[in-house]
């Protein structure tokens, strides 16, 4: 077995795992020692690992089934590797890649489907001189470091999650946000989410939420700025600033994300993410939700008055 060492990067997640060549095969200890360090620290950083898209499905492939991403139009896929989604500002066809912006609000991925992802892999092939980082947030201090009065209201309460509140989508070819949307009709999941391994409770939040099940608009956005301003405080986030060769490896049940615009957008950054599809599904589809459940709330506080 070769001599892992892992170097923590920030209190509230991030740590760099070195003394590995994810080229070769993985060891069933190298493979614990990983698994136990990525629950533990949330996103693990490999420096220096320049893979194969071949390599790095087999590498994503020890901690999980590969999604199949029918959540995502063919075009954002690698041309040879379906597991693959190319995250890329170059252009494409002549035109703005379908992902050129993507990742620029906080956010669980995959959380517009009803089952989000268990984890994703990164890998940056290009990266621009300055900047074009990613945060992650702690959403197991989030929860933690709430009240009790909150927390208690947090309980049963679910969250409509719409994937055309993906920052940026309207600047993206029509056609394909037209696409994306077929695929993936607002979802209703539970706000408060218990870890599969860990058992431990975190929130499922973000940029991505139209509103909370049974609560009026006001009520959702009140309630939502005041979640989304406490789980990303600065003392709940690791900030990771890409060298090319990276494999950043994130734990998606208890974390949100933010791909950062701090670049030059003339200069390529592009990434090769592998998601690793959910153990099970929390969420279920209801198109009409968000204004079904605003009506009958209106209608009740009308029979009262």
């Known amino acids: 077995m070769s001599k892992i060492a892992i170097r923590p990067l920030g209190f509230a ?19 614990g020692a990983i698994h136990e360090a990525w629950l533990r620290h949330l996103v693990l950083v490999f420096p220096d690992q320049d893979l194969t898209p071949e390599q790095q499905i087999a590498f994503a492939q020890k901690f999980g089934d590969l999604d199949g991403h029918a959540s995502q139009a063919p075009s954002t896929l690698h041309p040879d590797h379906q597991e693959i ?34 984890g994703a892999l990164l890998s940056c092939k290009e990266k621009p001189p ?38 940026g989508i309207e600047q993206r070819d029509p056609a394909l946000v037209a696409d994306m949307k077929r695929r993936n009709p607002a979802v209703v999941h539970p706000v408060v989410r218990v870890h599969p391994e860990t058992e431990r409770k975190s929130l499922l939040i973000g940029q991505r939420i139209r509103g909370f099940v049974g609560m009026s608009d006001e009520e959702s956005q009140s309630l939502l700025s005041l979640l989304n301003t406490h789980a990303t405080s600065p003392e709940f986030v690791y900030r990771h600033r890409w060298s090319v060769g990276d ?43 968000a204004a079904g459940d605003r009506t009958s709330m209106l209608q009740a506080v009308a029979a009262v008055s």
């Open 85 to 118: 989604l190319v995250l890329t500002n170059k252009q494409v066809g002549g035109k703005p890649s379908g992902t050129h912006n993507s990742g620029r609000n906080w956010h669980t991925d995959l959380s517009y489907t009803e089952r989000p992802a268990k």
């Open 130 to 167: 300055v900047g074009g980082d990613t945060m992650w947030a702690n959403l197991y201090l989030a929860y933690d470091t709430l009240s009790p009065a909150i927390r208690a209201l947090l309980e049963g309460l679910e969250a409509i999650h719409d994937v055309t509140l993906i920052k």
């Open 247 to 289: 494999l950043v490896m994130w734990d998606n049940r208890c974390t949100c994300h933010v791909a950062l615009a701090d670049f030059d957008q003339t200069k390529p950054r592009v990434m090769y993410r592998c998601s690793l599809e959910g153990e099970q599904k929390t969420g279920r589809i209801v198109a009409a939700a």
């Open 13 to 31: 997640a991030g740590a760099e795992v070195t003394g590995l060549d994810l080229r070769q095969p993985l060891a069933a200890a190298e493979r």
